[in-house]
Nanobody, 124 residues
Framework: QVLLVESGGGLVQAGGSQRLSCAAS????????MGWFRQDPGKEREFVAG????????DYADSVKGRFTISRDNAKNTVYLQMNSLKPEDTALYYC?????????????????WGQGTQVTVSG
């Protein structure tokens, strides 16, 4: 059984930083592209960032480019999202997801496995 478990969410002031983690089990982690997505109530889930299987390739949504950094540790089966200079519009439920294949893709339906999400709320 594949499990993706996010952690690190919470309440933060605008301008602050937060680091999300996603621990994976039940899959060969290094064989999967990993992504972070977010969703506000009433809105569609949107791509935030993605990282290649080796960790060398990354992609970011324009709205977070320069502020967020995605990384992975294949020895720990964990993917991270470092979020800096947070804005109120970053408030959302953040999900990590795993995708087979080698390409980092932004499309939600391309991802095979999903976590339950962790809430990030930016005040200010």
């Amino acid at each position: 059984q594949v499990l993706l478990v996010e952690s690190g969410g919470g309440l933060v002031q605008a301008g602050g930083s937060q680091r999300l983690s996603c621990a994976a089990s039940g899959l060969t982690f290094s064989s999967y592209v990993m992504g972070w997505f977010r969703q506000d109530p009433g809105k569609e889930r949107e791509f935030v960032a993605g990282v290649s299987r080796s960790g060398e390739g990354t992609d970011y949504a324009d709205s977070v480019k320069g502020r967020f950094t995605i990384s992975r540790d294949n020895a720990k089966n964990t993917v991270y999202l470092q979020m800096n200079s947070l804005k109120p519009e970053d408030t959302a439920l953040y999900y990590c997801a795993a995708k087979s294949g080698s390409l980092v893709i932004r499309r939600v339906r391309a991802y095979d496995y999903w976590g339950q999400g962790t809430q990030v709320t930016v005040s200010g």
